[in-house]
Each structure stands twice: as C-alpha cells, then as structure tokens.
C-alpha cells in the first residue's frame, strides 16, 4: 500500500526527451502516397486471393494454384503488419509531440478506436445477417459446415480475442489477424506511458498473447520492425547501408520460399509463420530503402487505400456467401468462376469504397460520440489509416 501510495503521489508522466538520434521526422508527401498505394494494393491482392481460392481453385483444382494464392494473400498480410506498426509509431511521436512532450493513453486509445471500431461493427452486422440469410437460402449440410457461428465467435472478435480465448468467426477468416494488431497497439501504448504500473500491465499483456496465440510472438517481430522503422527514415543513410538492407530483403525473400514450398505439402502453422516472418522482415528492408529515397514512388493502388480496412473486413463472408448461392450454377466451368468472382469483388471493392466515407471517416465518427475531446495528431496524419 505504501508503494501504490508513493506512484500515485508521484506518478512518472511521459515526458519523453528524445535524443536527437532518435527523434522521428515526418514522412514526405511523396512517402505518405506511396505507404497509402501499399496499403490499397495489399487489401486488393488480399481480397483477390481470396477470389481465387474461393471461386477458381474449386473450378479448375488441376491448376494447383493453392499455394500461390496462400503465399500473396499471407505476404500481403504482412505488409498491412510492417505498416502498420510503422504508421502507429508515427502516431505515438505525434501524440508526443502535440501534447507538451507527454503521451496521452486516452487520446491514443480514443483515436485507435474510432479507427477500429466502426469498420469492425459494419462488417460484424455484415457478417451477421449473411449468417442468418444462408439459413434460408443456403443448403442446410453447407451451411452448417461454413456458416455455423456462435455468439462466443462474434463477442470474441469485437473485443479482440478471437485466436486468444475464443475461437475464431469461421465465415470471416480475415479477423484472425485484427485482433493481433489490436493488442500490439496496446502493448504499445502501454509501454510509451512510461508509468511503471501500465507498463507492466503492457509486459504482462505481451506475456499473455505469446502464451495464448501461436501467431502472437512470431508477428510481432514483423510489427516491431516497422515500428522501428519510423525513427530511421527521412535520414542521409550511408549507401553501403542501402546496398546492404537491399540485399537482407531478396535474401529474405529468397530464403522465404522454401518453407512456402514446405508448406503446400505439410500444411503446417510453422511452415507458413517461417515464411510470413521472412517476407514480413523482406518487406520492411524494402520498405526502409523506399522512404530514404527520393526516387521510389509508387501510385497504383493509391485509391483503394480510403477504403482498404472496409474492404479487408467485408470482402469474405461476401465471396463466401455467393459462391454458396452458386455453387450448383458453377460447376467446373472456369470462366464462369473468374467472371462471377470479379463480379463479385467488383461489388465488394464499390461496397466498401461507399461505407468507407463514413466509417473510415473519423471526423464524422467522433459526432457520435457523446463528448468531445481534440484528436492529438495533426490533420495530415489523422487521414492515414494505420490498419487495412
């Protein structure tokens, strides 16, 4: 009782001096379009492997494609990681920043769930009414088999702990990897209060994920990276630095394949984290070259970035709920299955793009809430999404 009473007289409030080794500059606007153009090809290619398991692979099984699609679909993952934590970094030292050198826990948190929340609840009341509409439209034995859901599986992932203590929502696999950067943002937060007490309440938040996700850890390595990533860009780096990160990412990336090619045969969770984790460290070599240049732009892909998160979350229990509806008018007609999944992506990427002008609009969210309190991040860094 002593020692409480000693912290909460004088609690150690973040009031981080960073040296100037370590101080962060914002990205260019040159960068910020080209993480945005990242982030949209990532959602698309995410969205389109699924497509092609869901539609195509079924319909032409001899093409033998499986592994191909896990191998974009899971390294696109990985970039929405590696961005992730980078963009989070870059908004816990704005936070920093525009609050007199001192982290607000209440303003970052606020800020991550407007972020989160609102996507998250749109696909969830999405996700809901197509698991109550294969009832009724779906064979019973394949719905069963795709669409039974509990309200253990739905609760989980609203409060983030699908692949931790609840199993996950089988008709929206995507979810598998919200939940885990969630609770990097709150190690994350945790630990920049500098105050003892939430720092080990972050310490003891990391110990449980490790021991209750097996993804958990290994990913975090990939997250971490990027985070660390935001205190060395915008730097003179030396080139023999840039030749060396440009050899550690195709060395990564070629050291990547063989457990990918393990894995088509195994199917086992170690053999794809080994390849996650090496594309994922890959990617952010890459990455790191791209903001310390001027040179490397990249444009495609930046409009879907508005709606990426939209996107990644409704995107599944879409395809997934058509092609129950078609299965029998398919067959194994492969141009019928690429038309109706382009179709079907089609309306997924114009679903999206329309919800997200509201739930991916944080001006517009924050009137729904009863009080008002002022986002910490500047104008230009509050339009940057953090998560797909």
Known sequence: MRAWAVFRRYPLTCNLTIPAVCKMRSPQNHHFDTLDALRGCAALVV???????????PAAPDLKINTYIAGFAQASVMVFFVLS?????????????????????????????????PPLLLATLLTVLIIEASW????????TRAFQTTYQQIFGSLFFLNGFFTPGVRINGP???LSIEVWYYAVAGLLFTARPFLMLIGVLLFWIGFQSNPFFYPYSQVWAAGFALCFVQGRNIHRIIKWAALLASISLAFHALDPLTT???????????????RIGLAFTFALFLMINSNRIKIHIGKQAATFSYT????????LMFTHSLMRSHLGNGLVTATTVMLCVLAACVL??????????????????????????????????????
């Open 263 to 277: 894995f088509a045969t195994t199917k086992k969770n170690d053999d794809i984290i080994q390849y996650n984790v």
């Open 311 to 318: 996107l990644y979350l409704i995107h599944f229990p879409v």
């Open 175 to 177: 979810l598998w990897s």
């Open 47 to 57: 969205a389109l492997a699924h497509g092609l398991h869901i539609f195509v692979e």
């Open 351 to 388: 679903l999206s793009k329309f919800a997200s002008t509201y739930v991916e609009n944080q001006h517009w969210s924050s009137k729904i809430i009863a009080y008002k309190m002022p986002l910490p991040f500047t104008r230009r860094i509050s339009s940057r999404n953090e998560t797909p």
């Open 85 to 117: 934590g980078f963009l989070i970094g870059t908004s816990i030292q704005n936070n920093i920043k525009n609050n007199s050198r001192a982290f607000s826990l209440a303003q970052y948190a606020r800020s991550r769930a407007l972020r989160i929340y």
């Open 136 to 143: 009724a439209f779906v064979p019973k034995e394949f719905a």
